[in-house]
T-cell receptor, first 113, second 110 residues
């Protein structure tokens, strides 16, 4: 059973470009969470999704950020018109139904130049 | 709002020492508490998960305790090794998310 997969592992974007981060949860897991880790800071919750539904997006910036978890395929975290302050490690976690234990992926390190 | 604090922020010990990492949280209404290890530039590795109804969990040289009423958890590492050097993160599960502390950076000196 493969773990949580994230790609790309490293992503470099120029200011104003779009960044798309992908997360494939563990097999059998229907819940996906996205977290952001800024340099020298702890992980901060962004959004919690189930298949085709956003359950909690209280941690998402109001503009430029969006997330989806379609019926088929990975969950996508999309950042439009990136700025230097978006440079961070973005982690995805998944959990099975009826569980609060989260399994983390290796992260995507986004660098905005 | 749940806040998680980890003390100390950094710790350096000689190889072979036993050590304790501390984690405190402000709201006792949690589902569980999980300890993770993060190596530089890497993802999170789960070490121990304690359900809210449990008091402690053990895995090898690691022992984690949970006192929900006082909002505290400790991670005990026995006979530390240089390979234990990493950042240790404590996270509590409440509502729809995990709340993370900022971690304790551990260095074990050979």
């Amino acid at each position: 059973n493969a773990g949580v997969m994230q790609n790309p592992r490293h992503l470099v974007r120029r200011r104003g470009q779009e960044a798309r981060l992908r997360c494939s949860p563990m097999k059998g897991h229907s819940h996906v969470y996205w977290y952001r880790q800024l340099p020298e800071e702890g992980l901060k919750f962004m959004v919690y999704l189930q298949k085709e539904n956003i359950i909690d997006e209280s941690g998402m910036p109001k503009e430029r950020f969006s997330a989806e978890f379609p019926k088929e395929g990975p969950s996508i975290l999309r950042i439009q018109q990136v700025v230097r302050g978006d440079s961070a490690a973005y982690f995805c976690a998944s959990s099975p139904p009826q569980s609060h234990e989260q399994y983390f992926g290796p992260g995507t390190r986004l660098t905005v130049t | 709002k749940q806040e998680v604090t980890q003390i100390p922020a950094a710790l350096s010990v000689p190889e072979g020492e036993n050590l304790v990492l501390n984690c405190s949280f402000t709201d006792s209404a949690i589902y569980n508490l999980q300890w993770f290890r993060q190596d530089p530039g890497k993802g999170l590795t789960s070490l121990l998960l304690i359900q809210s109804s449990q008091r402690e969990q053990t895995s090898g040289r690691l022992n984690a305790s949970l006192d929900k009423s006082s909002g505290r958890s400790t991670l005990y590492i026995a006979a530390s090794q240089p390979g234990d050097s990493a950042t240790y993160l404590c996270a509590v599960s409440a509502g729809n998310q995990f709340y993370f502390g900022t971690g304790t950076s551990l260095t074990v000196i050979p």
